[in-house]
Nanobody
Framework: VQLQASGGGLVQAGGSLRLSCAAS????????MGWFRQTPGKDREFVAA????????YYADSVEGRFTISRDNAKNTVYLQMNSLKPEDTAVYYC??????????????WGQGTLVTVSS
């Protein structure tokens, strides 16, 4: 499975951005797609995940109510709509795909990161 992330950029606090992650290859084996983020010197942290089939979604407490993950199976694309952005949301965001059963961890495939910068 190959993943291509896009949509990062610079936004002021309180603003919005939408990230996209296009999947290709053996997507029939995918169980969950997710978004993680990482800042320098810190571990990559879970942000949100969505079941590849069905409607289950999962969010980190820090983004619950502000971020929304969704997917378009026809386009093999997952989106992360980020609203009410805060400076602490600044990070490199990565999309991932997995074939397992743990949506908050253990991803098998990763896209390249996309930088989100939120200015105060």
């Amino acid at each position: 499975v190959q993943l291509q992330a896009s949509g990062g950029g610079l936004v002021q606090a309180g603003g919005s951005l939408r990230l996209s992650c296009a999947a290709s290859g053996r997507t029939s084996s995918v169980s969950f797609m997710g978004w993680f983020r990482q800042t320098p010197g810190k571990d990559r942290e879970f942000v949100a995940a969505i079941a590849w089939s069905g409607t289950r979604t999962y969010y980190a407490d820090s983004v619950e109510g502000r971020f929304t993950i969704s997917r378009d199976n026809a386009k093999n694309t997952v989106y992360l709509q980020m609203n009410s952005l805060k400076p602490e949301d600044t990070a490199v965001y990565y999309c991932g795909a997995q074939t397992g059963i743990m949506p908050r961890s253990r991803y098998d495939y990763w896209g390249q990161g996309t930088l989100v910068t939120v200015s105060s």
